[in-house]
């Protein structure tokens, strides 16, 4: 981990453990760390503190970016790292807490984890899955970053869970890709939805020849199909509760029967399954055994609906458009376009997103942009109100009445407010100041004071780091 370097930071007064002490410590382990002064900071960094205060976890939300970005928060002294300190520390963007002074070798702790968390998000920037579960909101990179772990880290059972649309089964297709087993078989899919109880021991186990009437020769099932891959199975909320408990043994113990044998059989696969229920409510309802539950349920990952990631909404449409358009220059999407596509709801979630990208792809014509006319009749809102919809939705009421409980007043958060949609123009429109200033109805000039104002808050605020 050579060439990693991670920023460094201290808030609090009469400090007891020197910046330069800990920097030397990690450089010994093979990791730089440089000072941070009062300039913000992207990137990777360790911030050390003695108090738990509302000033340290805003600093965390800054330099984290609200979890995007890694943040390890060290205490001091372990005295002052209670479970409060800690959960707060963690709801405020960290990716870990802990004392300096409770473990043997702190440095060597602090370097593991950067390596842990660089892999992993070098993976999730990978080819591999940002072609094919696209987004960049913190919730998504979340999501992402925990398939990621447990898919190349560990060899857990994993159960996704989600809204039907929301890309369990890609999932479910990274975990396998990215497993890390040497002599990895294949992934073998079974629809839970189609199972006919008649034939389900056939389907799982196999079964001998003769076994029963229309058994003419043998046959392997899902377990042996998969020893060595990955099974995957989709809706397994759908399993009555007959087959849950025939494949109680199989999925603790690996080991089987074939329907018409005595002789048991050994089988290694990493079990994947997904649906949309809630597993929860249908054990309480006694539709869902609870052992069985248990047993495929090692990690548990939860996909967000596409109303819950919305920054990801334009990503994913000129994805599609990509994909739509092989070998030529996908159309852009017109400003009305676009603020269509992210106010729209979309119950049926990203593969809704896509099949009506894919409805406008096939009426556009011409070198132009895919503009209004493009959207089918029976897609268009029904009236004017969608661009007049009430957008201060319950996340946008949950975030001010969460800033007024921190103390933060009104001046404060209008602020932000304006900070949080300058940022977002300026992402969406390419850094172009010119069109992010029409984005936001103000010029170009109002645009770039409102920026500077933005810097000398900053600065003023952070205060300085003395070591």
């Known amino acids: 981990m050579a060439e990693k370097t991670i920023w460094l930071r201290y808030f609090g007064g009469e400090h007891v453990l020197p910046g330069r002490q800990v920097i030397e410590a990690l450089s010994c382990r093979g990791l730089r760390s440089f000072l941070l002064d009062q300039d913000p900071s ?27 970005e890694r943040v390890l928060a060290i205490g001091v002294t372990r005295k002052m790292m209670t479970a409060e300190t800690i959960w707060n520390l963690l709801q405020a963007g960290a990716s870990d807490a802990f004392a300096w002074d409770q473990l043997e070798d702190p440095a060597a702790v602090i370097v593991s984890r950067f390596e842990r968390w660089e892999a992993v998000d070098d993976l999730v920037r990978s080819s591999v899955v940002q072609e094919n579960l696209v987004g960049q909101s913190a919730t998504w990179i979340s999501v992402l970053r925990r398939v990621v772990e447990l898919a190349r880290f560990t060899d857990g059972s994993a159960l996704i869970v989600g809204e039907s649309g929301t890309g369990k089964e890609l999932v479910a297709r990274l975990i396998h890709k990215l497993d890390s087993r040497t002599g990895k078989s294949e992934l073998v899919v079974v ?6 109880p008649e034939l389900a021991g056939s389907e ?46 199989v999925v603790q113990e690996r080991t089987y029967k074939r329907v018409g044998s005595n002789a048991w059989k050994n089988t290694r696969f990493r079990l994947v399954c997904a649906t949309n229920r809630d597993l929860t409510e249908e054990q309480a309802h006694g539709r869902f055994r609870r052992d069985f539950y ?23 449409a000129r994805h599609f458009l990509r994909e739509l358009y092989v ?3 996908p159309p852009d999407l017109d400003p009305a376009v676009r603020d269509y596509l992210i106010i729209r709801d979309y119950p049926g979630n990203v593969r809704e997103l896509r099949q009506l990208i894919t409805r406008m792809a096939q009426r556009h014509v011409g070198n132009g942009p895919i503009t209004a006319g493009d959207i089918a009749e029976e897609d268009r809102p029904a009236t004017l109100a ?61 645009l770039q004071m409102r920026r500077a104002l933005r810097r000398k808050r900053e600065q003023i605020g952070d205060g300085e780091a003395v070591f």
């Open 327 to 329: 070998g030529q220059n």
């Open 42 to 68: 992207s990137g990777a960094g360790l911030l050390l503190f003695d108090r738990d205060t509302t000033e340290l976890r805003e600093s965390l939300r800054a330099y984290s970016h609200n979890g995007l």
């Open 191 to 196: 629809d839970c939805t189609t199972i006919v």
């Open 386 to 446: 969608l661009t007049l919809k009430d957008w201060p939705d319950a996340g946008f009421s949950l975030a001010i009445r969460r800033a007024l409980s921190l103390g933060r007043k009104l001046r404060e958060i209008s602020n932000t407010a304006v900070d949080t949609a300058i940022q977002i123009a300026m992402e969406e429109e390419g850094a172009t100041l010119r069109r992010a200033a029409d984005k936001l109805g103000i010029t170009d000039r109002a």
């Open 204 to 249: 799982f186990f196999g079964h001998e020849r003769g076994a029963f009437t229309s058994a003419i020769v043998a046959r392997d099932g899902a377990f042996a199909l998969a020893d060595g891959g990955t099974l995957f199975l989709d809706e397994v909320g759908e399993l009555p509760l007959g087959l849950q408990a025939e494949l109680l043994r």
């Open 294 to 316: 248990y047993r495929i349920a090692t990690w548990t990952c939860r996909l967000p609906p596409l109303q819950d990631r919305r920054e990801d909404i334009l990503p994913l």
